[in-house]
């Protein structure tokens, strides 16, 4: 490492499917990109003891604790990385903000807005720096077309209809995992995958001003059991019981410029593995998005000759696309995991140079009122205005 660099020492808490994800991304940061702060993969926690080992040497880290608690104690240790599931990060995020740790924590926010709001404010109080990991807006195609719309290419905005579709979990059978349970998620499809699109509008078009939404629960009661990486499931005791999140979310938003939303997020939609897309309609262009084809940003731009109009394919690996000169020579594309190490970038630099990078906590609060809104929204049949969740 680079003496002159400040070492961000590291500890993550909780070693799965996000917990590689984050890994992956810390080793990476500084052979891709000269962060200012460079990260160092100090310790992980978890509470099964071999599998923790075994996880520290797999991915790099030079120590483990088995309690989260001790981890945050430590004085080897500037950032804590929490990737476990949505009940436990209120809590791990305000110990280590007390602890005057900077904080980059998991999506959702927190299972409520009362939670996400003690978050905000743990992190504020501490005067720690602070990240939620949105990384589906930093795909370089993402951030070029943040580029393009704050260029005003597209002119007002008028339109963005976003999805998030997946299908892992048609089979009545699959088991019900801390996903599938209210206490432990917060929420089902909505908060997992509509926290992402919510996020993404939020960056390119603006803050959400009200929603009138529908959630529908199809699958009212399920076998127990676990979850493996590959989002299928292993059955557990034979044990039932009632579903109490929503599978699929659907909502309608009013935008505080004016613009208009149309939003999907569902398990239920066969054949979707990861469909996260969306389309932005302007007063003078359209750009589209597909997750599944992450490198490429199409566009339309009403200034093109007549004749010759029409969606363009952008392949965003050239020198001129954010994050791309870092990577590969043009057309050489990147994939799902290069998401988290330009956010990983973000926050290094901003914990060297004192600066909150975005999304933070307060964006993830942000978030997290539009959520409860949606909420809200079934339950009553009603508009709700997003700010009014505030004092919920
Ligand atoms: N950014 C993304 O694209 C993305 C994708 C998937 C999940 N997530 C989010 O990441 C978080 C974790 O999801 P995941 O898919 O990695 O889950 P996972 O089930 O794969 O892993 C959860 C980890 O947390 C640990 N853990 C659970 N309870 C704990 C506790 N009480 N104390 C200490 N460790 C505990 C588990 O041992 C495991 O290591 C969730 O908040 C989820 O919403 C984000």
Known sequence: MDIRKKPIRVGMIGYKFMGKAHSHALRDLPFFFEPAGV??????????????KQSAEKMGWSSYETDWRRLIERDDIDLID??????????????????????????PLARSVAEARQMRDAVNKAGVIHMICHNYRFAPAVQFAKK????????????????????????????????????????GSLGDLGAHIIDLARFLVGEINEVVAMLETFVKERPLGEMDQHLRGRPGNGQRAPVEVDDAAVFLARFDNGALGVFEATRFSKGNRAGNRFEINGERGSLRWDMENMNNLQVYLDG??????????????????????????????????????????????????????????????????????????????RWVKVMEMLDN
């Open 39 to 52: 990260p160092v993969l100090q310790a992980i926690a978890g509470r099964d003891e071999a599998a923790l």
């Open 82 to 107: 929490i990737v476990t599931p949505n009940h436990t990060h209120a809590e791990m995020a305000i110990a280590a903000a007390q602890a005057g740790k900077h904080v980059l924590c998991e999506k």
């Open 148 to 187: 393009l719309i704050e260029q005003g290419r597209l002119g007002k905005i008028y339109h963005i209809r976003a999805t998030f579709l997946q299908d892992w979990l048609m089979d009545p059978e699959f088991p019900l995992t801390w996903r599938l349970r209210k206490e432990v998620s917060g929420s």
């Open 304 to 381: 093109d000759e007549a004749g010759l109009q029409g969606f363009r394919t952008i392949n965003c690996t050239e020198v001129e696309h954010p994050y791309a000169a870092a990577y590969w020579p043009a057309g050489h594309i990147i994939g799902y995991e290069h998401t988290f190490i330009n956010l990983m970038l973000e926050l290094c630099n901003g914990i060297a140079n004192g600066c909150n990078p975005a999304p933070n906590f307060e964006d993830g609060l942000r978030n997290q009122l539009v959520l409860a809104a949606v909420e809200r929204s079934d339950q009553t049949g």
